[in-house]
């Protein structure tokens, strides 16, 4: 077994379409197997984070319905873009006009929202108004130096019921029609997963990113010196037809595993092959796919 | 009088912005003085075309509005983006998915519709919805080759209640989604100055553009060899304080014109200029701005 993967410590691990597929009041559908692995990993002995760029709700209301649909997981475990927006606010003394879900303001209680300096844009869903996004515009270009902070860049996701435009989209929007370039809270921002690391209290070489998207999750894991794994399911499932835990293992044993995997079966795999001593040729083809 | 101020023989006008600011169901409201402007041109004999990327109704219903403030301006006399658009359908089998404003679907009545295999998106205003640019998105991330086609890229305009997002802004939010370059049929686009030009049968060598826009009017115009003024109305005038025909003399007498100026008064200063032979020292100072 390769030294590196003997010394893997940690693993962080994104949410909506790996653990469930969002959307509805019950916090969506579980993923299958995802309950399982959850409870297997933390038993391995693994650290384990849930790094999200979740903001349509506080971290109190989505974890409870986490706990709702079965996982393990509470507050204490989850590395959120809101906590990283308001300690950067509070820092730079900025004052924000929000674009954000009703259920995310919560979050921002302790922030001075009067004559704003700047806007914060979550994942602001219903609230992605023509009148909304007019007035974050109005807001915006009326400073005399645009500052815009967006919590994540992402360009959709998948709920119940299909594909939606995500902040990514319309942090581009506000960018355009501003001339400014957003400072991204969350992934794939480096500080959020330096942040979700420190946390954890495991170094980057010594811990795995898993995700379904190839830019927040990834890419942003990458960047960070992290190896990282895109998930099959969540929004990759939308294009493409998933793979079975025998396929990946055949396609595997013929040295010809894809850069995606299904959530709960990646995470099998994981261990698995941990124990094989097979973890470092597949990441490394992984890297290959992905770099 | 230089050679080619002389050969100056046909204006490009932009049409909100310049003439009126657009909003409300009368039309918005005229510039000052810029009816007047228009039948002064018309009486010196120059070739005047009306150049829009008015998306938010058909020609018929605009330019009906336009008559009401007092232009005087017909249907024929006008280059828009619908009709360049519907060419562009046909001549390539596509059949879009609409994501414009309720009064310019009239405009693609002849346009088969089913089974979209492209995205069409103009100014669609409160059509804007959330739910719409899902949909949108839907239908484009859905194809096996996903064709944005864009009435326009324009940022913002202002309307008589404030300024508001211009479809260059969705239009920028859904090619970041679906990671695809729309195409643009409107001003900048090389193509559609050409046709503005060829139905006036003038060529860009003597030929001005005069808009408030610095991206789809000036930028537009001089990528396709003509010279472009930006007018101080519209847009501009929202970040801007105006100058009057005097300061512009004033400055004028001193070298040290700005690259914009009143809409109206540009047009009177167009043909004084001419008159007194200094067309081309300002137009070149004003190239000299914006290049």
């Known amino acids: 077994m390769a030294a590196w993967a003997r010394a893997v410590r940690g693993l962080l691990l994104d949410i909506s379409g790996v653990l469930n597929d969002s959307g509805g009041e019950g916090g969506g559908v579980p993923i299958a197997g995802s309950a399982e692995a959850?409870?297997?990993?933390?038993?391995?002995?693994?650290?384990?984070?849930?790094?999200?760029?979740?903001?349509?709700?506080?971290?109190e209301k989505f974890v409870k319905k986490l706990?709702?649909?079965?996982?393990?997981?509470?507050?204490?475990?989850?590395?959120?873009?809101?906590?990283?927006?308001c300690r950067l606010l509070k820092e730079r003394g900025l004052r924000p006009h929000l674009l954000v879900h009703d259920d995310l303001v919560p979050e921002f209680a302790d922030i001075d929202k009067t004559n704003p300096n700047c806007v914060v844009i979550g994942d602001a869903a219903e609230n992605f108004s023509y009148a909304n996004l007019n007035e974050a515009f109005r807001v915006l270009i009326g400073l005399e130096k645009p500052v815009l902070i967006s919590l994540g860049k992402g360009r959709y996701y998948k709920e119940t019921d299909g594909l939606k435009?995500?902040?990514?989209?319309?942090?581009?929007?506000?960018?355009?029609?501003?001339?400014?370039?957003?400072?991204?809270?969350?992934?794939?921002?480096?500080?959020?997963?330096?942040?979700?690391?420190?946390?954890?209290?495991?170094?980057?070489?010594?811990?795995?990113?898993?995700?379904?998207?190839?830019?927040?999750?990834?890419?942003?894991?990458?960047?960070?010196?992290?190896?990282?794994?895109?998930?099959?399911?969540?929004?990759?499932?939308?294009?493409?037809?998933?793979?079975?835990?025998?396929?990946?293992?055949?396609?595997?044993?013929?040295?010809?595993?894809?850069?995606?995997?299904?959530a709960a079966v990646v995470l099998q795999m994981v261990m698995f092959l941990q124990n094989e001593g097979m973890l470092q040729s597949v990441l490394l083809q992984q890297s290959k796919h992905l770099v």
């Open 165 to 262: 435009l995500d902040v990514g989209a319309y942090m581009k929007a506000l960018e355009y029609a501003c001339d400014v370039q957003a400072e991204v809270v969350g992934k794939p921002a480096k500080a959020f997963f330096e942040s979700a690391l420190a946390e954890m209290g495991v170094p980057p070489e010594q811990a795995i990113m898993i995700g379904d998207d190839i830019v927040s999750d990834v890419g942003g894991a990458q960047q960070c010196g992290m190896r990282a794994v895109q998930v099959r399911t969540g929004k990759y499932s939308c294009q493409h037809t998933r793979e079975t835990f025998a396929q990946l293992h055949s396609l595997l044993s013929h040295g010809k595993l894809g850069c995606t995997m299904c």
């Open 38 to 59: 959850v409870r297997r990993i933390k038993a391995s002995g693994l650290k384990l984070r849930f790094c999200t760029n979740e903001t349509q709700a506080t971290r």
């Open 67 to 85: 706990q709702g649909l079965g996982f393990d997981i509470s507050v204490a475990e989850v590395t959120a873009p809101a906590p990283a927006a």
